[in-house]
């Protein structure tokens, strides 16, 4: 089985969806997760997804909006929902295309600070390629690959989302002492270590560090 990490970015507007893009546009709502997307027999989507901020104003567009037939919501701060919605035709089209290709999406799914979706697919490179076809044929979304590569169960999507290069160089950074206070590693240091230039090394640790920080803060 392989994995595929990729940023799904809608054009032309925030979200894939109408609700979604009102829910984007609300500045009182924080998306912050899908936990299950499902198609269901009746061809309207079942949805259990995570968000912060207002609730209430949750409810108020939930409650306005024609696309959607039921909803629940629980908690407080960091608070969940389940709803059951009509899709729109291209929604629909993706989670056929995951349910008849043998295509899974590894959950959560989380949003990024742009609102886009960052997601992780597993699969074969068969079902891969016919992922690409629909992202070529959908004309409203940027499909960009963060990683792929064989998927091993025990492997967390933070260790995925960075490459083995940049996971030798951080490990190394962190058993010299690089990021103690005060710091005992430099970055000539970890370069004797794994090999290559201090201004190489740099490199990978500001691209590990941001791949990091993007999956704590979520």
């Not at 894939?16 to 989507?45: C, K, Q, Y």
């Amino acid at each position: 089985m392989r994995y595929l990490t990729a940023l799904v970015k809608p054009d032309g507007g925030a979200a894939f969806h109408p609700l979604g893009e009102e829910l984007t546009d609300d500045p009182s709502i924080r998306r912050r997760a899908i936990h299950h997307l499902e198609l269901l027999e009746d061809d309207t989507v079942l949805l259990f997804a995570e968000a912060s901020g207002s609730k209430e104003r949750y409810k108020q567009i939930m409650e306005d909006s024609s696309y959607v037939l039921s909803y629940l919501t629980a908690g407080e701060d960091r608070w969940m929902a389940v709803s059951q919605f009509e899709p729109t035709e291209a929604v629909h089209r993706s989670l056929k295309l995951q349910q008849e290709s043998l295509l899974v999406i590894e959950t959560p799914i989380h949003f990024t600070s742009e609102n886009h979706l960052k997601v992780t697919y597993l699969g074969t490179d068969e079902t891969f390629s016919k992922l690409y076809e629909y992202a070529e044929e959908m004309d409203q979304l940027t499909f960009e690959v963060l990683g792929m590569g064989d998927y091993e169960s025990d492997k967390s999507s933070l260790n995925r989302m960075i490459t083995p290069r940049q996971e030798e160089v951080l490990e190394a950074a962190v058993d010299l002492g690089y990021y103690r206070e005060p710091r005992q590693a430099s970055l000539e240091d970890i370069s004797e270590i794994v090999g290559i230039s201090p201004g190489t090394v740099g490199e990978h640790l500001r691209k590990a560090e941001e791949r990091v920080f993007s999956e704590l803060v979520h």
